[in-house]
């Protein structure tokens, strides 16, 4: 099994809203991401935790702000969003495999702010 | 910092005919991952390769690591409607001091499939 899931799917929020992003995968990876993706575009790598410790953050925006609860979930807190900012988000969890991790995607949150 | 060559960057083929992409670098990878997305959903990792020159198969699908780890290729045998989507390649570059983490992502290759 190498589901990974998110929720919700879609999401439409206002630029003073607070929302959050879902991501839960139950195969004992020890790594979690978070990935931006524009349309046509290949996803865009904004955090990693590896062992519930964050990892690398790719100089996100501080209105994103990534949360690891535990080694199954991992959140994506949104607030003061920008419109530039609506795109499709990607979970992923990885295990290492060969000389690199092995990455697992969710099917993404499509996130459209007004 | 490190770039795939991905092409095409799309193609249009007849049902039941084969496809070829390809993913090639300047400089070393240790990893290759072939993933394939569908509108509005997320990638999924349709074959891994881990050792140049290994060879691996999944359905009709087809990739190898090149032997010079610096390319990849996926070939699609009997294509067939489904197969229409986005396939991206990745993979982990040999950089030292580059976490494992760290996915290197080609530009995509958008392939149509007319029936």
């Known amino acids: 099994d190498t589901e990974v899931t998110q929720t919700p799917k879609h999401l439409v929020m206002g630029m003073t809203n607070k929302k959050s992003l879902k991501c839960e995968q139950h195969m004992g990876h020890r790594a979690m991401y978070w990935y931006k993706q524009k349309a046509k575009k290949p996803p865009e790598l904004m955090f990693v935790y590896s062992y519930e410790k964050l990892s690398i953050n790719e100089s996100v925006p501080s209105r994103f702000s990534p949360e690891c609860p535990n080694s199954s979930l991992l959140n994506l807190h949104l607030h003061a969003l920008q419109p530039e900012d609506s795109a499709l988000y990607l979970c992923?969890?990885?295990?290492?495999?060969?000389?690199?991790?092995?990455?697992?995607f969710g099917p993404g949150t499509r996130l459209l702010v007004l | 910092g490190q770039q795939l060559n991905q092409s095409p960057q799309s193609m249009f083929i007849q049902e039941g005919e084969d496809v070829s992409m390809n993913c090639t670098s300047s400089?070393?990878?240790?990893?290759w991952l072939w993933y394939k997305q569908d509108p509005g959903e997320g990638p999924v990792l349709l074959i891994a390769?881990?050792?140049?020159?290994e060879l691996t198969s999944n359905g009709r699908l087809t990739a190898q690591f090149g032997i010079t780890r610096k390319d990849s290729f996926l070939n699609i045998s009997a294509s067939i409607p489904s197969d229409v989507g986005i396939y991206f390649c990745?993979?982990?570059?040999?950089?030292?001091?580059?976490?494992?983490?760290?996915?290197?992502f080609g530009k995509g290759t958008k392939l149509s499939v007319i029936p």
């Open positions: 390769l881990y050792k140049a020159g």
């Open positions: 400089s070393i990878f240790n990893t």
């Open positions: 992923a969890s990885s295990q290492v495999q060969g000389a690199g991790e092995t990455q697992y």
């Open positions: 990745a993979g982990h570059p040999r950089i030292s001091g580059a976490g494992s983490y760290q996915l290197t």
